[in-house]
T-cell receptor, first 114, second 112 residues
Framework: KAGVTQTPRYLIKTRGQQVTLSCSPISGHRSVSWYQQTPGQGLQFLFE???????NKGNFPGRFSGRQFSNSRSEMNVSTLELGDSALYLC???FGIGVHTEAFFGQGTRLTVV | TQLLEQSPQFLSIQEGENLTVYCNSS?????LQWYRQEPGEGPVLLVTVVTGGEVKKLKRLTFQFGDARKDSSLHITAAQPGDTGLYLCAGVGGGSNYKLTFGKGTLLTVNP
């Protein structure tokens, strides 16, 4: 079955602009989480959605937002981009939630802010 | 805030050597997962350990969860160039919070 699909793979934006990233989870998966990965900070949790509801949110400013649609696809938006937002943004999907939940990651969107 | 410290941060070894990567926290986790990430790809789950003291083996990889469920280790026997990658540990929170908290990773290079 198809894996987690993230689009676009690469993106270059200018400071002050906004960006929308998309994530299509594995068919049947209802949970989608977003992470920001940078060399200095590693993988940091942004937010998690389950059945269109945000269940958890990380410690990121309000410029970072997300949503999940009824078909489980998810988008995240970053407004007023800053240079420090340059990172690999990873989406992970899972069938449900719990201690044994296996998260399947997409290849990520590499965002560069210039 | 739950934090996971991984060590070492970088590791470069020769093919055939053994190695151990450590993942430590002051917090208790419901479970702990290990992932491997290759360049240009997302992390791929290797194993989940749930019970304190649990040991799981995956071919040449041995994973251990500490008795207090605060730390874990990954041991690789007879490393091969194909083991090269970024190894990440991730703790699953307790209660109804199943958010994954990741360590910063160990970048392993196995030279032929």
């Amino acid at each position: 079955k198809a894996g987690v699909t993230q689009t676009p793979r690469y993106l270059i934006k200018t400071r002050g602009q906004q960006v929308t990233l998309s994530c299509s989870p594995i068919s049947g998966h209802r949970s989608v989480s977003w992470y920001q990965q940078t060399p200095g900070q590693g993988l940091q949790f942004l937010f998690e959605y389950f059945s269109e509801t945000q269940r958890n949110k990380g410690n990121f400013p309000g410029r970072f937002s997300g949503r999940q649609f009824s078909n489980s696809r998810s988008e995240m938006n970053v407004s007023t981009l800053e240079l420090g937002d340059s990172a690999l943004y990873l989406c992970a999907s899972s069938f449900g939630i719990g201690v044994h939940t296996e998260a399947f990651f997409g290849q990520g969107t590499r965002l560069t802010v210039v | 805030t739950q934090l996971l410290e991984q060590s070492p941060q970088f590791l470069s070894i020769q093919e055939g050597e053994n190695l151990t990567v450590y993942c430590n926290s002051s917090s208790v986790f419901s479970s702990l997962q290990w992932y491997r990430q290759e360049p240009g790809e997302g992390p791929v789950l290797l194993v989940t350990v749930v019970t304190g003291g649990e040991v799981k083996k995956l071919k040449r990889l041995t994973f251990q969860f500490g008795d207090a469920r605060k730390d874990s280790s990954l041991h690789i026997t007879a490393a091969q160039p194909g083991d090269t990658g970024l190894y990440l540990c991730a703790g699953v929170g307790g209660g109804s919070n199943y958010k994954l908290t990741f360590g910063k990773g160990t970048l392993l290079t196995v030279n032929p």
